[in-house]
C-alpha cells in the first residue's frame, strides 16, 4: 500500500515557476514508478511526466523543456519543478503510483494523491 500527497501548488504568473512534492508512504517506494498527471475544468485527466523505477523519464509535449520530474528515493519523494508556465498549465495536479514501469494511461497507475491546483494568470 502506498500513499502519496501532493503539495507545492499555487497561483503564479505567466512565465514562472513551482515546484510540487508527491511524498509517499511505503519501503519499496524506490521500485515504482510515480507519475504526474494533472486535469482542467471540463477536461479529461491527462498525462505530464513521469519517472520510472529505473530511473528513466518521460514527459508530455506540451511541458517538454519546461518541466522536469525528479525523485529522492530517501525522502521518499517526487518532484515536478515547472518553469515557463503557461496560462494552459492551469489545472489540478496529481501525482500517481504503479509497481511497473512508466505508463502515460491514469488507468495503469494504482495509487493517487488528492490533488494540488496550479493557476497561472496571464
Known amino acids: 500500500q502506498v500513499q502519496l500527497v501532493e503539495s507545492g501548488g499555487g497561483l503564479v504568473q505567466a512565465g514562472g515557476s513551482l515546484r510540487l512534492s508527491c511524498a509517499a508512504s511505503g519501503r519499496t517506494f524506490s521500485m515504482y514508478t510515480v507519475g504526474w498527471f494533472r486535469q482542467a475544468p471540463g477536461k479529461e485527466r491527462e498525462f505530464v511526466a513521469a519517472?520510472?523505477?529505473?530511473?528513466?523519464?518521460t514527459y508530455t509535449g506540451s511541458v517538454k523543456g519546461r518541466f522536469t520530474i525528479s525523485r529522492d528515493n530517501a525522502k521518499n519523494t517526487v518532484f515536478l519543478q515547472m518553469n515557463s508556465l503557461k496560462p494552459e498549465d492551469t489545472a489540478v495536479y496529481f501525482c500517481a503510483a504503479r509497481y511497473s514501469g512508466s505508463s502515460y494511461l491514469p488507468e495503469n497507475y494504482d495509487y493517487w494523491g488528492q490533488g494540488t491546483q496550479v493557476t497561472v494568470s496571464s
Open positions: 519517472r520510472s523505477n529505473s530511473g528513466s523519464s
